[in-house]
């Protein structure tokens, strides 16, 4: 079976598509994790956040 030269350009741009929305993603979730890092250092420092609960709300 032989590849055409076509279809050996298509597999490599699909295989580079892929690997780009793989680096994105894998970025996306980095700075989604420094983010909720960021989040709870914030909550960790505010006094009295999280301390009670209102119950006449």
Same mark, same amino acid.
């Given at each position: 079976?032989?590849?055409?030269?076509?279809?050996?350009? #298509? *597999?490599?741009? @699909?295989?580079?598509?892929?690997? &780009? =929305?793989?680096?994105?993603?894998?970025?996306?979730?980095?700075? %989604? #994790? *420094?983010?909720? @890092?960021?989040?709870?250092?914030? &909550? =960790?420092?505010?006094?009295?956040?999280?301390?009670?609960?209102? %119950?006449?709300?």
């Amino acid at each position: 079976m032989e590849i055409s030269a076509a279809g050996l350009a #298509a *597999e490599v741009q @699909a295989n580079t598509q892929n690997q &780009v =929305a793989v680096s994105v993603l894998k970025k996306s979730l980095d700075i %989604q #994790a *420094e983010q909720g @890092a960021e989040m709870a250092k914030m &909550v =960790a420092q505010a006094a009295g956040v999280g301390q009670r609960v209102d %119950q006449y709300a």
